[in-house]
């Protein structure tokens, strides 16, 4: 296949992000506190990690375990972070709120967008939350900075997900479908054949980059083995 595949990898620290880097991966997810699913690491790592490597960094913004974005002070602090984020040289990120009828939550992701002023950024996988996938894509088609959707294409995982996946795919181009499809979330690599016949060209790891479980740093031969396999 003519098209490299994107190779993402969560990175909690320097040393995770060194490892992945070394695997073969083409972008870091930087977060803290997977028990939480991931949220926004401070600054300090974030400049850590972006003295350790040389590949593209995509930060988190979420304050608290699930999908809302909390109260206005919440949203308040997640736009400082964002601030304080991009003054320490970010310049990509991840985010994605949605309101309690599972729509997306305009009135925060737009705010974000404002404040990231044009920053490419990825819309997590709230939308495997959403209560109507195709509806979400249309109402965030205009924010500025939007190319990649991580999602799975189900809650439950790639294994629920693949027809969605693979149906929205084939939209690439369509209103509301020119972001990039980043497939992660109970990722395989015996799912990667289908994906990639499909015409899905990018992929998130995050334990699977961890053969020994979160406790332990990314392996970097356990990334090498997905570089590989994306390569063959």
């Not at 490299?4 to 972008?27: F, H, K, P, T, Y």
């Not at 990039?180 to 109970?186: A, E, K, N, T």
Request: charged residues 25%; negative net charge; hydrophobic residues 45%.
């Amino acid at each position: 296949m003519s098209e490299r595949a994107v190779l993402e990898v969560i990175a909690l620290s320097a040393e995770d992000a060194v490892a992945a880097q070394s695997g073969g991966a083409d972008r870091l997810e930087l977060v803290t506190d997977m028990a939480a699913d991931g949220l926004t690491p401070p600054r300090e790592t974030f400049a850590a990690i972006r003295a350790a490597v040389d590949i593209p960094l995509r930060v988190m913004l979420r304050a608290a375990d699930g999908f809302s974005a909390g109260t206005p002070g919440d949203v308040d602090a997640l736009v400082a972070d964002a601030r304080a984020l991009r003054a320490e040289g970010a310049d990509e990120f991840v985010l994605g709120f949605l309101d309690t009828d599972g729509t997306a939550d305009l009135v925060t992701v737009e705010r974000l967008a404002a404040e990231l002023e044009g920053c490419r950024w990825t819309f997590h996988r709230a939308i495997d939350r959403a209560a109507d996938r195709d509806a979400l894509r249309k109402s965030l088609a205009d924010l500025p900075g939007l190319d990649t959707y991580l999602t799975a294409g189900a809650a439950e995982g790639v294994d629920a997900g693949l027809s969605t996946l693979l149906t929205e795919a084939a939209r690439a181009g369509e209103p509301g479908y020119e972001p990039q499809v980043l497939v992660g979330g109970g990722l395989r690599l015996d799912h990667l054949p289908m994906l990639r016949a499909g015409g899905i060209n990018a992929f998130h790891i995050g334990g699977a980059a961890r053969p020994e479980g979160w406790a332990q740093p990314v392996s970097a031969r356990a990334v090498g083995e997905w570089r590989a396999m994306l390569d063959a």
